[in-house]
């Protein structure tokens, strides 16, 4: 079963981020801080995590709520930007996602996603379109619970 579609371009954003922070660690330990990434990026909100300094980024560094990852904590800021910028011109990042899947299906829109994301490699791209509703095949269980939307 795939997982709902995001309701507004942040759940793009905290799909995106929860595959980052999970490259290299245990689901767990991400789950278990997810909230404090929640409260620290804004509830992921693109526009404002998009407007976001490098001293934000460098404070969080500091921050016990989050996994003190510099390159990956700008990496949301970037990609948050990215985002920002695909949604002017698109009307939301969910449109300019549904196009991209619509046009290139999954192989293409995932090598795009790769491509233009932080951090974000084509089998992570993957992840992340089936983390927001898009059909990719088979999933198996294990992954279909790793990328499912956080919702501890």
Same mark, same amino acid.
Do not use: C
């Given at each position: 079963?795939?997982?709902?579609?995001?309701?507004?371009?942040?759940?793009?954003?905290?799909?995106?981020?929860?595959?980052?922070?999970?490259?290299?660690?245990?689901?767990?330990?991400?789950?278990?801080?997810?909230?404090?990434?929640? +409260? #620290?990026?804004?509830? !992921?909100?693109?526009? =404002?995590? *998009?407007?976001?300094?490098?001293?934000? $980024? @460098?404070?969080?560094?500091?921050?016990?709520?989050?996994?003190?990852?510099?390159?990956?904590?700008?990496?949301?800021?970037?990609?948050?930007?990215?985002?920002?910028?695909?949604? +002017? #011109?698109?009307?939301? !990042?969910?449109?300019? =996602?549904? *196009?991209?899947?619509?046009?290139?299906? $999954? @192989?293409?829109?995932?090598?795009?996603?790769?491509?233009?994301?932080?951090?974000?490699?084509?089998?992570?791209?993957?992840?992340?379109?089936?983390?927001?509703?898009?059909?990719?095949?088979?999933?198996?269980?294990?992954?279909?619970?790793?990328? *499912?939307?956080?919702?501890?």
């Amino acid at each position: 079963m795939l997982p709902d579609t995001p309701a507004s371009d942040a759940g793009y954003l905290e799909s995106a981020s929860r595959i980052i922070f999970m490259g290299g660690l245990n689901r767990q330990v991400v789950d278990n801080k997810w909230p404090g990434f929640r +409260e #620290a990026f804004h509830g !992921f909100d693109p526009q =404002v995590v *998009a407007a976001m300094s490098p001293g934000d $980024v @460098d404070r969080l560094t500091e921050d016990d709520r989050v996994i003190k990852y510099r390159a990956k904590l700008q990496a949301v800021v970037s990609n948050a930007q990215t985002m920002q910028e695909l949604a +002017e #011109a698109h009307g939301s !990042f969910g449109a300019w =996602v549904d *196009a991209l899947y619509a046009e290139q299906g $999954v @192989d293409g829109a995932a090598k795009a996603l790769a491509k233009r994301f932080a951090y974000i490699s084509e089998q992570g791209a993957r992840f992340w379109l089936f983390g927001t509703g898009h059909d990719i095949g088979e999933v198996s269980v294990k992954n279909q619970g790793k990328y *499912a939307p956080f919702t501890g």
